[in-house]
């Protein structure tokens, strides 16, 4: 068994993966074996993974240069790379650059070079304008979710940085549709194309939900007690809106998070962390929620506002029905409203009279501590185990960060484990404990 492979395992291993689905082998032979290559598979099967295998085997540990740069469309993207190949554990150095965060910060962290770089074009561009990297030693590109990039307005930016490096051999393109054309600036002549589109669709139920009334607030409620005590996104098409609507979902005790572009950075990775660990079942989103962000498989979808695009309903319904799993799609308009061409639903969906949803089991508990405070999960588990005699099933998902950690817990039992825990110590640091 040859070196690589034993690597490989190993990761595999780490990650609780037991083999590489048919899209993830096919990539890497294709990544390994050709210059060029675009990777197209559905939302939720895996592509960052078979991208960094190959990549990060590629990489040189003793070269203290960047070796390989991914540029991803959003932070939540951006991030969500950067934590899968953490936690592949090669001992490569990785570094996540993005908007929103202090550019002063990234300059010192990229001091000590990262062999894999990931960022946002935008971030990436300035950096290379300022010159905080040298680029000599960078040949290996990933445009991951390279049509949505485009799609919100990273042409001129993704442009520029081509320019900006000069060795470049080896170029991968993905994405979860095939919605736009690879522009000109990428120079991409003859890429080895790697297509699963057709094979992630099969088990997604497409219903409708009809509004007797313009106003579809009603009907939304009605629509979610009817659904059930179930994990889904609804998705809007503006921010706006959010806001209307999460205050009529407050108003019907129908508990939710919310998620869109003009909330401060922290605000978003925490309605993502709430979304995940459970004390949120329901994520009230724009389509920035469609892909590039890390959350369990969904039940369902719906769609209060109607996506303006087949690519925008193609990216909406892949949050669900992922990796082989069975999920719904529901379409909500009002009765006297036309569905676009590409919507064809025949089947409506019946709203039965359902209870108010009841409130979520979870609540989330922040700490105050986290990686740099040589803070793990086990400490936080012990904590909450051992001396607040929790049972296993009462403590749910634990999220260290570098400087902070969130821990779901049972949701009647919140209020005493602050009590019981704030500026207590974990490790040698003195932690706030408050409720999220």
Not at 200 to 216: C, E, M, N, T, Y
């Amino acid at each position: 068994m040859s070196n690589s492979i034993k690597s490989q395992k190993n990761i595999l291993d780490k990650l609780g993966i037991a083999q590489l689905n048919s899209m993830q082998e096919e990539a890497q032979l294709a990544i390994h074996s050709c210059a060029e290559v675009v990777v197209l598979s559905p939302t939720g099967t895996g592509k960052t993974l078979a991208f960094l295998l190959p990549i990060m085997a590629a990489l040189d540990n003793d070269l203290q240069e960047v070796q390989a740069l991914v540029l991803a469309p959003s932070r939540e993207l951006a991030i969500q790379i950067e934590q899968v190949a953490r936690a592949m554990g090669t001992g490569c150095k990785i570094n996540v650059v993005y908007g929103g965060r202090n550019f002063s910060k990234d300059k010192i962290e990229l001091k000590h070079r990262p062999a894999l770089l990931i960022g946002t074009p935008g971030r990436i561009s300035d950096h290379l304008k300022r010159k905080t990297f040298p680029t000599r030693r960078i040949q290996t590109l990933i445009l991951d979710e390279f049509d949505k990039s485009l799609e919100i307005g990273f042409e001129k930016e993704m442009g520029e940085i081509l320019e900006h490096l000069p060795a470049i051999r080896k170029k991968i393109l993905t994405s979860a549709t095939f919605g736009v054309s690879i522009p000109a600036f990428v120079k991409v002549k003859d890429p080895a194309y790697v297509d699963f589109l057709e094979e992630g669709a099969s088990k997604l139920q497409l219903k409708r939900i009809v509004s007797p009334d313009k106003d579809k607030l009603d009907t939304l409620v009605k629509a979610l007690q009817h659904i059930g005590k179930k994990s889904g996104i609804i998705f809007c098409n503006f921010k706006n809106a959010i806001q209307r609507i999460s205050d009529y979902l407050t108003e019907h005790h129908i508990s939710h998070g919310v998620f869109y572009g003009g909330m401060e950075q922290k605000d978003r990775e925490r309605a993502l962390i709430k979304f995940r660990n459970g004390t949120h079942q329901l994520l009230l989103a724009t389509d920035l929620a469609a892909r590039g962000i890390d959350v369990p498989e969904l039940q369902f979808i719906l769609h209060y506002h109607l996506p303006n695009r087949a690519e925008e309903f193609t990216h909406r319904n892949g949050r669900t029905a992922r990796m082989h799993q069975s999920g719904t799609a529901y379409v909500l308009h009002w009765e006297q409203e036309a569905l676009p061409d590409f919507i064809k639903i025949d089947e409506i969906e019946t709203l039965s009279d359902a209870p108010v949803l009841p409130a979520s089991n979870w609540a989330t508990l922040f700490i105050s501590g986290g990686r740099k405070d040589k803070i793990s999960k086990g400490d936080i588990a012990g904590l909450f185990m051992k001396k607040g005699n929790l049972e296993k099933d009462q403590l749910g998902i634990i999220e260290l960060k570098q400087d902070c950690a969130f821990v779901a817990v049972d949701a009647s039992l919140a209020d005493r484990l602050v009590e019981q825990f704030n500026n207590t110590r974990l490790k040698k640091k003195k932690v706030r404990i408050s409720l999220l």
